[in-house]
C-alpha cells in the first residue's frame, strides 16, 4: 500500500510537469506560427494550447488549490474571510466596477452602501474582541474517554461596549505518543498542536463577567499542554471571521489518564493466596493481637475474663487488621523493532502500537481494581517500580505513569526478553505478593519460578 501511494504521488507529478510543459509548447509554437504568418499551424497551436488547458485545470490545478488551502490553514491568520462574505465582496468588486464604467450615480449608491457594509463588519467584530480576559479552569484527573467537567470564564473589562458571539478554543500541544506508523515516532514523540473548542458566549456584557461549565472528552491518553487561548467572532453578519489569540499566564499541563474499564469475573478465580499475608497491625480483624489493660473507651464485649481473673485486673483482647492483600502488577513495555520493521505499510504497523495500547488499558484497570479491593498494589512500568500503596495517592500517581507510557524499542541484536522476565522472576522470589505479568514475549519463555506463582497475560 504504501509502495503504491509513492509510485501514484510520483506518477501524478510527472503527469502534472508534462502538462504544463506540452502547454508551454504549444503556446510557443502559436506564437512563432503568427510571426511566421503560418495561420494554419496557428490554429492548430491554438487549439492544442486549450486543450492543454483544459487538462491543466483538471488534473494540475485542483492538486495545487488544495495544496495552497493547506499551508492557509497552517499560518492560522487572524482574519478569514467566510462564504458569504466572499459573495459580498465578489458583488461589491462587481457593481464598482460597473459604477466605474457606466457612471451611474444609482451603482455608485450601491457600491457605497456595500463597502460601508464590510467595513461595519470589520469595526464591529475587531471591537468585539478587544479588551477581553479569558480563563479556564480543568479537573485534576482525566480519564480517556469519559467526559472531564471545564470551566470556561470570560470577562469582558470595556467600559461601554459589549461582546457579542464569542468562540473561546484552547491552543494546545500534545505528543503523539500512542501513533506507531514509524519506529522514529516511538523513540521521539512529535509534537502536535491544534485547537480545541471550548465554549460559545453569545452576549458578554461591558464589565461583565461570563461563565459556561461545560464537558470536554478526550480520545487518547497522554499529555497535553495549553499554551493560550483564541477568540474569534463572526459578528455582526457572518461575513468575516476575525480571530485574537491570549496567551495563558503559564502553560497549563493536562494529563490524560487511560480509559478504565471493567475486568472480568476470571480475576476472582485466580490463586491469591500467594499474595496474602497475615497483618501485624492493630484493627478489627478476628486474630488475637495481644492482652492490655482495660480503658474506659474500650468496648465491654472484648474483656478478656480468664486473662482478667489471672491478673485480678480489667484485661481487654485487641486483634489483628485484616490480611493484607499484596499484588504486584508488571507491565512489560519492550517491543522488537522487527515488529515494526516486517510490516510493509503503515496500517499493518499500526498492529503492536494497538497491543501496547491495549496492555496500557489492561494495567490502568487492574491497578484501579486491586486499590478499590483495598489490596497493597505495586507497578512496574519497564524498569521502573513504585512503592507499594492501597489508597487513591497511590493510584493517581500510577496512572500518570501510565498516561506518558511509551513502547521500549528492542534491537535484533540486544539481549533477549527473557533476561528481563528472569529479572523479574527474581526481583518477586519470596511469597509476599502475587504477580500479574503484562507482556509481549513469546509463549514459553516465563521463567519456570515466574509462571508457577503469577498470572501471565499475552498482549
Known amino acids: 500500500m504504501a509502495r503504491l501511494k509513492f509510485w501514484h504521488s510520483w506518477w501524478r507529478a510527472l503527469v502534472g510537469t508534462l502538462l504544463v510543459l506540452g502547454g508551454a509548447a504549444t503556446a510557443a509554437i502559436t506564437w512563432w506560427?503568427?510571426?511566421?504568418?503560418?495561420?494554419?499551424?496557428?490554429?492548430?497551436?491554438?487549439?492544442?494550447?486549450?486543450?492543454?488547458?483544459?487538462?491543466?485545470?483538471?488534473?494540475?490545478?485542483?492538486?495545487?488549490?488544495?495544496?495552497?488551502?493547506?499551508?492557509?490553514?497552517?499560518?492560522?491568520?487572524?482574519?478569514?474571510?467566510?462564504?458569504?462574505?466572499?459573495?459580498?465582496i465578489g458583488i461589491f468588486l462587481v457593481v464598482g466596477f460597473a459604477a466605474y464604467n457606466t457612471g451611474n450615480n444609482l451603482l455608485f449608491l450601491i457600491f457605497s452602501v456595500l463597502a460601508s457594509t464590510l467595513f461595519v463588519a470589520w469595526a464591529a467584530a475587531r471591537a468585539s474582541l478587544r479588551d477581553l480576559v479569558?480563563?479556564?479552569?480543568?479537573?485534576?484527573?482525566?480519564?480517556?474517554?469519559?467526559?472531564?467537567?471545564?470551566?470556561?470564564?470570560?470577562?469582558?473589562?470595556k467600559r461601554v461596549v459589549p461582546s457579542f458571539s464569542i468562540l473561546v478554543e484552547a491552543r494546545c500541544r500534545t505528543e503523539e505518543l500512542t501513533d506507531g506508523s514509524t519506529r522514529r515516532r516511538w523513540r521521539r514523540p512529535r509534537a502536535r498542536f491544534f485547537k480545541r473548542p471550548l465554549a460559545y458566549f453569545l452576549h458578554v456584557p461591558h464589565r461583565t463577567r461570563g461563565q459556561q461549565r461545560i464537558e470536554q472528552t478526550f480520545a487518547q491518553r497522554g499529555h497535553v499542554l495549553v499554551t493560550g487561548f483564541e477568540l474569534s467572532t463572526r459578528f455582526p453578519f457572518g461575513l468575516f471571521r476575525l480571530r485574537r489569540h491570549l496567551h495563558a499566564p503559564r502553560d497549563v499541563?493536562?494529563?490524560?489518564?487511560?480509559?478504565l474499564e471493567p475486568l472480568g469475573d476470571e480475576l476472582h478465580l485466580l490463586p491469591m493466596n500467594a499474595g496474602r499475608m497475615l497483618s501485624a497491625r492493630r484493627g478489627a480483624g478476628h486474630d488475637l493481637h495481644s492482652l492490655r489493660d482495660y480503658q474506659a473507651q474500650d468496648d465491654v464485649r472484648h474483656i478478656d475474663w480468664k486473662a482478667t481473673a489471672r491478673a485480678r485486673r480489667l484485661m481487654v483482647r485487641e486483634f489483628t487488621a485484616e490480611d493484607m492483600w499484596r499484588v504486584h502488577i508488571v507491565f512489560d513495555t519492550r517491543l522488537r523493532e522487527r515488529e515494526v520493521e516486517a510490516t510493509g505499510n503503515a496500517d499493518a504497523s499500526a498492529e503492536p502500537a494497538t497491543r501496547f495500547e491495549r496492555g496500557v488499558t489492561l494495567a490502568a484497570s487492574l491497578v484501579a481494581h486491586f486499590i478499590e479491593e483495598r489490596a497493597e498494589v505495586q507497578l512496574t512500568l519497564g524498569d521502573e517500580t513504585t512503592a507499594y500503596g492501597t489508597s487513591r495517592e497511590h493510584l493517581y500517581p500510577c496512572l500518570r505513569r501510565l498516561a506518558l507510557a511509551r513502547p521500549t524499542p528492542l534491537a535484533d541484536n540486544a539481549p533477549p526478553q527473557a533476561d528481563y522476565l528472569h529479572t523479574i522472576a527474581t526481583s518477586v522470589a519470596d511469597d509476599a505478593h502475587y504477580v500479574i505479568l503484562l507482556t509481549t514475549a513469546e509463549p514459553g519463555t516465563i521463567p519456570g519460578n515466574l509462571w508457577r506463582r503469577s498470572h501471565v497475560i499475552y498482549l
Open 253 to 259: 499541563d493536562i494529563i490524560i489518564y487511560p480509559k
Open 134 to 157: 479569558v480563563s479556564a479552569r480543568f479537573p485534576d484527573h482525566i480519564f480517556a474517554g469519559e467526559p472531564a467537567p471545564v470551566v470556561v470564564s470570560l470577562h469582558n473589562t
Open 33 to 88: 506560427a503568427r510571426r511566421a504568418e503560418d495561420w494554419e499551424a496557428a490554429r492548430l497551436g491554438a487549439i492544442l494550447s486549450l486543450v492543454f488547458v483544459a487538462l491543466i485545470s483538471i488534473f494540475v490545478v485542483p492538486p495545487l488549490l488544495r495544496s495552497a488551502r493547506a499551508e492557509v490553514g497552517r499560518l492560522d491568520p487572524a482574519f478569514q474571510i467566510t462564504t458569504g462574505g466572499g459573495i459580498l
